[in-house]
């Protein structure tokens, strides 16, 4: 974080990444000297509502944030910045989205928690576009030019109005990433044979981790009503809405999604006053993230450490239980949205626990031909996932890791 104060000294000079906090009400006019290097500019939580037009002369600009601000409309003068190409205005007011205010360049483009109850066509006209997040506005339909939109690979539709789904989408060739839950399309009732409980039957302990959609803790029972075992973690949703969608659509998805050997294991669901909250089997200690979250750079793609490498025969026992769990999902009819090596754990022996369900949609009340085109694309986030394996593969040095080599291609 750097402050307004250090950049009116010219204490900045030369940074390519400017990140100012400081309840903000008017863009600082500073930062223009920073045109010859700046390339990304978070001006996330002010009070910013408008840009000004000389935000061109930030000639290298490549990414802008400008979550939980006051915006009402994503500015026009956006568009004529020549090498921008993610823009991040999460959180605001935005009503309008003017068909100017895309740059040609755009690959990602973040309008998630706004009012937004249409985007212009030029969205479809952007040839990078790769990621789009609109979930939570008011769309009531997409546009029909995103049918163009070749190179889109993750879009994120929960928590709008659709009325019906968007097909133009359903013959895009890289999408492989898709959540539309909380659609008036999509509404369905959930009869899952997962027990309801309190919230005052347990106990939250150290905090095991947390996302977008909520915390998840180790837990011990205060009353265990269903003699569940006692290694218990529960999942806290947070509000009313993610980055993904309504917490209530991710319980919904791992409630209708049921049991299998390589899902994180649902014992029972909370629904009061005071939580929306799901109970899970504790997971052993031993098993570890597969991968890391996309990067700025990446966009898409999984990350991993540096240094890390799998075996072939590590990669062919990963991918044949992911190849057993997306069928098992496709059986359920429940698209993932999310099937990345960052949402998985595996251990030593290359077992694999694959979790959250904060993307997941339901589509059984889809057309045929819409169900189908919807495996297709949770199909091909399988085969990027096993692309993504094989990037970080140790050579196959034996005549039998070349063998499963050919199995694990041939399955891609």
């Avoid at 290097?37 to 408008?50: A, G, K, V």
């Amino acid at each position: 974080m750097h402050t307004l104060a250090q950049l009116k000294a010219g204490q900045l000079g030369h940074i390519t990444r400017l990140q100012l906090s400081e309840n903000l009400t008017e863009f600082p006019v500073e930062i223009l000297t920073l045109a010859d290097s700046l390339e990304i500019l978070d001006l996330s939580n002010n009070q910013l509502s408008h840009l000004p037009d000389s935000i061109t002369q930030l000639h290298k600009l490549k990414i802008i944030f400008a979550s939980n601000n006051l915006f009402t409309e994503l500015p026009a003068i956006l568009g004529q910045c020549p090498n921008l190409e993610m823009i991040g205005f999460k959180s605001n007011q935005i009503k309008h989205v003017p068909n100017e205010s895309l740059p040609p360049k755009l690959r990602w483009l973040i309008l998630t928690d706004n009012q937004i109850t249409a985007m212009p066509s030029s969205l479809g006209e952007r040839p990078r576009l790769q990621k789009l997040a609109l979930a939570g506005n008011r769309l009531t339909s997409l546009p029909a030019s995103l049918a163009n939109a070749n190179n889109l690979e993750l879009i994120r539709l929960s928590a709008n109005q659709l009325t019906e789904f968007p097909t133009q989408l359903l013959n895009l060739p890289k999408l492989a990433w898709l959540a539309f839950a909380g659609n008036p399309f999509g509404v369905q009732t959930i009869d899952a044979s997962v027990p309801k409980i309190n919230a005052s039957d347990y106990q939250l302990e150290q905090v095991l981790g947390q996302g977008a959609s909520g915390i998840i803790s180790k837990a011990k029972w205060l009353n265990n009503p269903h003699q569940f075992t006692d290694q218990i973690a529960v999942k806290v949703f947070k509000g009313e809405i993610t980055s993904d969608g309504y917490p209530q659509d991710e319980l919904n998805a791992c409630l209708k999604t049921g049991s299998h050997p390589n899902l994180v294991k649902s014992l029972a669901q909370v629904d009061d006053n005071q939580q929306l909250a799901l109970v899970m089997e504790l997971i052993p200690a031993h098993y570890a993230n597969l991968g890391l979250p996309p990067s700025l750079a990446s966009c898409t793609r999984d990350t991993f450490e540096q240094g890390f490498a799998l075996t072939i025969k590590q990669i062919h026992k990963i991918v044949m239980q992911m190849a057993d769990l997306v069928q098992h999902l496709q059986q359920q009819q429940v698209c993932h949205g999310d099937l990345y090596a960052h949402n998985v754990l595996f251990d030593e022996q290359a077992n694999i626990i694959f979790g959250d369900f904060g993307a997941a949609s339901i589509y059984g009340n889809l057309t045929l031909e819409q169900q189908q085109a919807i495996v297709q694309i949770e199909r091909r986030a399988f085969s990027y996932f096993i692309e993504d394996l094989l990037s970080i593969s140790e050579p196959a040095n034996t005549e039998a890791e070349q063998q499963l080599l050919v199995e694990i291609k041939q399955l891609q």
